[in-house]
């Protein structure tokens, strides 16, 4: 399987808190993608990063990318309940086939 | 609100039916997919079609029958199903493929299937 891997699977925290989502992958990325799914809803694109890029922001979220350990993290800060849900990193080696990782499930109490 | 529109939101079938699901995108985008949803997974492609035609198919048993009428649609002809294909079916539609790699996916809300 190429479906990479994300830890942890499940994450609960208080409102106001920070979130950190990481992912690995297995093969070499043109770009990285992470979205966001509410439960049983269609996922929506949160942020793209390419191989060539280390950082990138967006919002409240943070993305960072390491080609030589094939992972990458998603920082979302000032977590908030409506953040709740669960989210997707997936890779793209090229062409149109994108690979989604395993997912984190964040929930955010109040 | 998504601009990707999938039809039925809904489905239960027999495992001797026949259904389609459908999916719409008016965004121009020329690259249209399919995956497979199930509970507490990650989608797993199926099907990608670039320009009108099948690029990908990633292995799908013949009971899954994808096809793309226009650059704005994209069915899955569904026959004689197994209950274990009961699963969230989601399209997503993009701009083709550039040097980079594939960007965004729109995705749609998906067709809950249900096979008895």
């Known amino acids: 399987s190429q479906q990479g891997e994300e830890d942890p699977q499940a994450l609960s925290i208080q409102e106001g808190e920070n979130a950190t989502m990481n992912c690995s992958y297995k093969?070499?990325?043109?770009?990285l993608q992470w979205y966001r799914q509410n439960s049983g809803r269609g996922l929506v694109h949160l942020i793209l990063?390419?191989?060539?890029?280390r950082e990138k922001h967006s919002g409240r979220l943070r993305v960072t990318l390491d080609t030589s350990k094939k992972s990458s993290s998603l920082l979302i800060t000032a977590s908030r309940a409506a953040d709740t849900a669960s989210y997707f990193c997936?890779?793209?080696?090229?062409?149109?086939?994108?690979?989604f990782g395993t997912g984190t499930q964040l929930k955010v109490e109040l | 609100d998504t601009e990707v529109t999938q039809t039925p939101k809904h489905l239960v079938m027999g495992m001797t039916n026949k259904k389609s699901l459908k999916c719409e995108q008016h965004?121009?985008?020329?690259?249209m997919y399919w995956y497979k949803q199930k509970a507490k997974k990650p989608p797993e492609l199926m099907f990608v079609?670039?320009?009108?035609?099948?690029?990908i198919n990633e292995s799908v048993p013949s009971r899954f029958s994808p096809e793309c009428p226009n650059s704005s649609l994209l069915n899955l002809h569904l026959h004689a199903l197994q209950p274990e294909d009961s699963a969230l079916y989601l399209c997503?539609?993009?701009?083709?493929?550039?040097?980079?790699?594939?960007?965004?996916?729109?995705f749609g809300e998906g067709s809950r299937l249900t096979v008895l």
């Open positions: 079609y670039s320009y009108e035609k099948l690029s």
């Open positions: 990063i390419r191989s060539n890029e």
């Open positions: 965004m121009g985008h020329r690259a």
């Open positions: 997503a539609s993009s701009q083709d493929v550039s040097l980079a790699g594939t960007g965004e996916l729109f």
């Open positions: 093969t070499s990325i043109n770009n």
């Open positions: 997936a890779s793209n080696g090229g062409g149109n086939k994108l690979t």
